[in-house]
């Protein structure tokens, strides 16, 4: 299974920017899929996720209001909708799910290899 990361780039403070994760490989049972981030020197945080089923989700305080992830299964990619980007908000944004791979049984937890999101002020 692999996650490939695209949309990344630079943006003006106050601006939108869309992340895709394509889902690839083997036939995955996805618990939660989701994205998270890192600055240097800190500690990679929680930003969005969501269930499998799509049913439930989960956001940083930082970013209610501002973020939104949505799952299309048909092209099995999640989003992450930026909107009113902050300079804060600036880091490396990588995706990450957790599930089963059907045809083994083996649970997963896999990482993508992460997208560059820079806001300026």
């Known amino acids: 299974v692999q996650l490939v990361e695209s949309g990344g780039g630079l943006v003006q403070a106050g601006g939108s920017l869309r992340l895709s994760c394509v889902v690839s490989?083997?036939?995955?049972?996805?618990?939660?899929i989701g994205w998270y981030r890192q600055v240097p020197g800190k500690q990679r945080e929680l930003v969005a996720s969501?269930?499998?089923?799509?049913?439930?989700?989960n956001y940083a305080d930082s970013v209610k209001g501002r973020f939104a992830i949505s799952k299309d299964n048909a092209k099995n990619t999640v989003y992450l909708q930026m909107n009113r980007l902050k300079p804060e908000d600036t880091a490396v944004y990588y995706c990450?799910?957790?599930?089963?791979?059907?045809?083994?049984?083996?649970?997963?937890?896999?990482w993508g290899q992460g997208t560059l999101v820079t806001v300026s002020s």
């Open positions: 490989g083997s036939t995955f049972s996805i618990n939660t």
């Open positions: 969501i269930t499998g089923g799509g049913g439930s989700t």
């Open positions: 990450n799910t957790n599930g089963v791979v059907v045809h083994t049984g083996r649970y997963l937890v896999v």
